[in-house]
């Protein structure tokens, strides 16, 4: 999935830290094409992840997420890059989440990573473990985080994060977390090869094979040759690494949201289990995490005391979030920026039609109910609105995807909306990866400007 994309604009002085030999051949073709989106990724990567073909659906939104990740992860930064990959493996361990953990293990490793490191957080420098508690609040309770957090990672000690270094860090840690919910939410989790199996299905490509489709953009025989050996020496590493792993709080004012949330629970709006209650094999990724009991919670509960509800209006992305993550770390603002607006201005016409409303009507109310499910507050939006436009069984499976990633399984992605098109579905988990990713940033960049105001 890490490519460097034809419409990235490389800052003055950076450079693109690649694998010796893997230099991306441009073409004039259309880089909205997915055909030609994914001879990029099968030329730098050596083989074309679930994720990618997921997306592919959407290929306006994939470019825009090629982009961002590609500067995310190797593009001149404040961290490290084998840095970088390890805290993409913390965060995707918090939801057992084995195809990320795998597949950034192995960026890890390329990246001169020390092997080590992936015996478990006791083997990695104290820096890096300190990062433990806001991986855990981020993934599951994001309005627990407060300056108090920043500032013991901030504070002057030999192991002291910078602003900058902790900004890459967070927008990371959100960034995977988010990524973890699709790739369950869309089957990728169960893919075991370039094509997967379960719930996953493959983009077509028409009538042409993969093959075809990339010799019509000029690339030659030969490229594809080099490239089919590249995924399976690829897929070999892989295979060798899995085998050494084996080891609303709501104000009186928010009573619409707290209806929203009682009613959730009242209709057992909960994920499906395993018949184990627990999620297979999640035992092998326990030494990337500490507390693994620490889950997600209702935010609003009738039996707890009131939480400060977050109101979008005191502190928005735009208006806030955005400035201050782009001041810490260049361009990534901008580039997480298009990502948002690309995916809400995906075309939902057909899933729109069918609940009989307007397309920015149903994406509002999705993405309101994936706030409101982190306490998150529109002041200006009718909560009453979300039981109107979503079906019961969409609910779940949106709370299920968000909150518990790992307990998803394929029956939930057949079961809801089985009237809708496979790309449908997807841009359903767009809006939750995208709608999850924010609401995690606003959290953690209140309590960072909390924290230097202070």
């Known amino acids: 999935m890490i490519v460097c994309p034809q419409s990235v604009e490389h800052p003055r002085g950076s450079r693109c830290q690649r694998l010796p030999g893997q230099v991306v051949k441009m073409s004039n073709s259309d880089p909205e094409c997915p055909q030609f989106l994914f001879v990029k990724v099968l030329t730098s990567r050596g083989r074309l992840e679930a994720v990618t073909q997921q997306m592919g659906y959407h290929p306006q939104y994939l470019d825009s997420f090629l982009k961002m990740q590609h500067h995310l992860m190797h593009m001149d930064g404040p961290l490290p ?53 806001i991986n855990k609040i981020l993934a599951h309770r994001p309005w627990l985080i407060t300056k108090e957090h920043i500032e013991k990672l901030l504070k002057i000690s030999e192991w002291s994060w910078s602003l900058a270094e902790l900004v890459h860090a967070v927008v990371l840690l959100a960034h995977c977390h ?22 996953l299905k493959p983009l077509s490509l028409g009538n042409q094979c993969f093959c075809e489709a990339t010799a019509s953009n000029s690339y030659s025989q030969e490229l594809l040759r080099i490239n089919r050996k590249r995924s399976l020496d690829s897929c070999m590493e892989l295979d060798s690494l899995r085998e050494r792993m084996q080891q609303i709080h709501v104000e009186t004012e928010g009573r619409d949201e707290m209806r929203l949330l009682q009613q959730d629970r009242e209709e057992g709006l909960s994920p499906v289990a395993d018949t184990d209650g627990e999620v297979t094999g999640a035992t092998n990724l326990a030494c990337y995490m500490q507390d693994p009991d620490f889950g997600y919670q209702d935010f609003a509960r009738r039996d707890e005391d009131q939480t400060q509800v977050f109101r979008v209006q005191d502190y928005s992305w735009e208006d806030h979030g955005f400035s201050l993550v782009n001041r810490l770390y260049s361009d990534i603002g901008h580039l997480l920026d298009e990502k948002f607006r690309m995916v ?16 920015s009507v149903f994406k509002r109310g999705i993405w309101n109910y994936i706030h409101c499910m982190f306490g998150i507050r529109y002041d200006d939006y009718d909560y009453a609105e979300v039981n109107q436009l979503l079906e019961r069984m969409l609910k779940v499976y949106i709370k299920t995807v968000t909150c518990y990633p790992e307990k998803t399984n394929s029956e939930m992605f057949d079961r809801f909306w089985k009237q809708f098109k496979h790309s449908e579905k997807v841009h359903v988990n767009l809006l939750i990866l995208e709608a999850r990713m924010q609401a995690e940033l606003l959290y953690a960049l209140q309590a960072i400007t909390q924290y230097m105001i202070s």
């Open 344 to 359: 809400d201005g995906l075309q939902s016409s057909a899933m729109a039609k069918r609940q009989g409303c307007e397309p």
């Open 81 to 133: 890059f084998d840095c970088r990959h390890y805290i993409a493996i913390m965060a995707a361990a918090r939801h057992q989440c084995r195809y990320l953990v795998n597949l950034h293990v192995l960026q890890f490793l390329r990246a001169g990573g020390d092997p080590q490191w992936l015996r478990g957080l006791e083997f990695i420098p104290p820096k890096l473990r300190n990062l433990n508690e």
């Open 178 to 199: 988010a990524l973890a919910s699709f790739v369950f939410g869309c089957g990728c989790e169960q893919d075991e090869g370039l094509m997967g199996r379960g719930s």
